[in-house]
């Protein structure tokens, strides 16, 4: 890693203070993924006629279906991509997460459709996810896996061996140790995105997606820091279509490095009049990810002015890659160098603010990042499941 991407990884403190802390590898892992999304569009560009191949193959049947599971964040994964995809590859993609698929496989399995399993795994050793995995092997005639992991040693990673499939194991400084993913999830979702619309075409656009990613990074750390001292005890994410899925990690982020001591909620900003926006009082920060389609943007656009005319939440605060949103500057993430980038492009410079206000947020309650759950009643690698069989049943 370069010296000055390490300075810029802690974040305004020094390696031995964040190591007393319990913050070094959160740090450095948020602030690495500029450069893991280079190097892990390397490595797919470097294999790029293979994965095709693959894909071309499997996906031939007009009626194949791909699923994208994985279980906590490695399943946001596909709610962020399944829409995106589907569009790209003129296929039924569909996002279920593994804790789904192993509790009631006969609802979600189909034998006779041809079916790509894309199985997502930081350390690829979830019991979900390898039971889902062997669930669909017995559920489904015509079967294919692609398993994307950060883990050479994990069981996901030999799965797809010996004809099962294909496996893409990405830079193993993506193996987050820290507790919560971060550089995982972003370079997870990349090599995916990368994989399915595909490698040559996603190459000219990595260097603006890592710079953007970057100057998020470097330009709002402060920001995040302060924002993270103001007082909140409810946080909103709002996002429309693949944005929803962001949101849903972003809250996860927060809950996760805070031990649960912030409430948090995710919805679509159409969704968030239904009912949830009751949630939002004084103490209420709300961020909304604004898409750059124009019409899908009106709508983010919609809610965040509804939300300045109720004056009830004590912030509100827009990610955006273009300007126009009608905000203070010092309540806008601006984006840099992606204005007229697809939506999907957006995903990885947009995550790194909910990243870096969780990261302080874990700081400001005298919480370990690395670690926050003291008692060990939640684990980096997921515990105490037990899989039960489905003979006879």
């Not at 609802?107 to 690829?124: I, K």
């Not at 194991?169 to 979702?189: G, I, K, N, Q, V």
């Amino acid at each position: 890693m370069p010296d000055t991407l390490i300075n810029e990884a802690l974040f305004g403190f020094d390696e031995k203070t964040l190591e007393q802390r319990g913050g070094l590898w959160t740090a450095r892992e948020i602030a690495q993924q500029p450069q893991m999304l280079r190097e892990t569009q390397a490595l797919l560009f470097a294999r790029r006629d293979e994965i095709a191949a693959f894909l071309k193959t499997v996906l031939a049947p007009a009626n194949a279906r791909v699923i994208l599971t994985g279980a906590g964040t490695s399943a946001f994964i596909g709610t962020c991509l399944a829409p995106v995809l589907a569009t790209e590859l003129k296929r039924r993609v569909e996002a279920i997460p593994t804790t789904d698929l192993v509790c009631a496989p006969q609802l979600y399995f189909e034998a006779d459709t041809p079916t790509l399993l894309v199985s997502f795994g930081r350390s690829g050793n979830s019991p979900e996810s390898v039971a889902a995995v062997e669930l669909a092997d017995r559920f489904v005639t015509t079967l294919q896996h692609l398993v994307i992991t950060c883990n050479e040693e994990g069981a996901l990673a030999g799965y797809a061996a010996g004809g099962r499939g294909l496996t893409i194991l990405l830079p193993e400084a993506t193996h987050d140790r820290s507790f919560a993913m971060t550089s995982s999830f972003s370079c997870m979702t990349f090599a995916a995105l990368s994989a399915f619309t595909g490698v040559e075409k996603l190459q000219p656009r990595v260097d603006a997606i890592a710079e953007a990613t970057q100057g998020a990074i470097a330009d709002y750390s402060d920001m995040l820091k302060t924002a993270a001292g103001e007082g909140y005890e409810r946080i909103v994410y709002l996002g429309s279509h693949i944005f929803q899925g962001l949101a849903r990690e972003s809250g996860l982020k927060l809950l996760e490095l805070t031990n649960g001591a912030l409430v948090t909620m995710f919805d679509s900003p159409l969704g968030f009049r239904h009912g949830p926006k009751t949630i939002v009082n004084a103490k209420t920060l709300v961020v909304v990810f604004f898409s750059n389609d124009a019409y899908t943007r009106s709508y983010d656009a919609d809610l965040l002015d509804e939300l300045r005319r109720d004056n009830d939440a004590a912030r509100v605060v827009a990610i955006t890659a273009q300007d126009g949103v009608g905000l203070d500057t010092a309540d806008i993430i601006r984006v840099k160098g992606l204005e007229t980038a697809g939506d999907a492009d957006l995903l990885f410079p947009y995550i790194v603010a909910p990243q870096i206000f969780a990261f302080y947020q874990s700081l400001r309650h005298n919480l370990t990042p690395d670690k926050p759950n003291a008692s060990g009643t939640v684990n980096r690698v997921v515990q105490g499941v037990r899989i039960h069989s489905i003979e006879g049943r």
